[in-house]
């Protein structure tokens, strides 16, 4: 097996980003160790949009959502995703 060469120590992320950038992990850690983690709590990053909808649809999604006890947002991502995975 190869020595495992020390990770050195950088100044701030940029130098980190630029340093794996080039160097391939394998010669600095030893992978047939490491275990899977889940982070549970982990949220994927947001961006608000603005998205204007008829005043009609936006009170049927508000009517569907609140049927289902959901807020009418996270019932119109709920539709996107599924759209999305079916396409």
């Keep these: ?3 495992i060469k020390k990770i050195p120590e950088f100044q ?10 080039v160097n ?11 275990k ?5 709590n982990l949220k994927k990053s947001t961006k608000s949009i ?5 005043v009609d649809m936006l009170e049927k999604l508000k009517t569907q959502a609140n049927a289902l006890d959901v807020p009418y947002q ?10 999305l995975s079916t396409s």
């Design 1 to 3: 097996m190869n020595k």
């Design 12 to 21: 701030n992320e940029r130098e980190e980003r630029e340093f794996w950038e």
């Design 24 to 34: 391939d992990s394998e010669e600095y850690m030893d992978w047939s160790r490491a």
């Design 36 to 40: 899977t983690i889940i982070f549970p």
């Design 50 to 54: 603005s998205l204007r909808l008829p």
């Design 74 to 83: 996270s019932y119109i991502k709920m539709l996107l995703q599924k759209e």
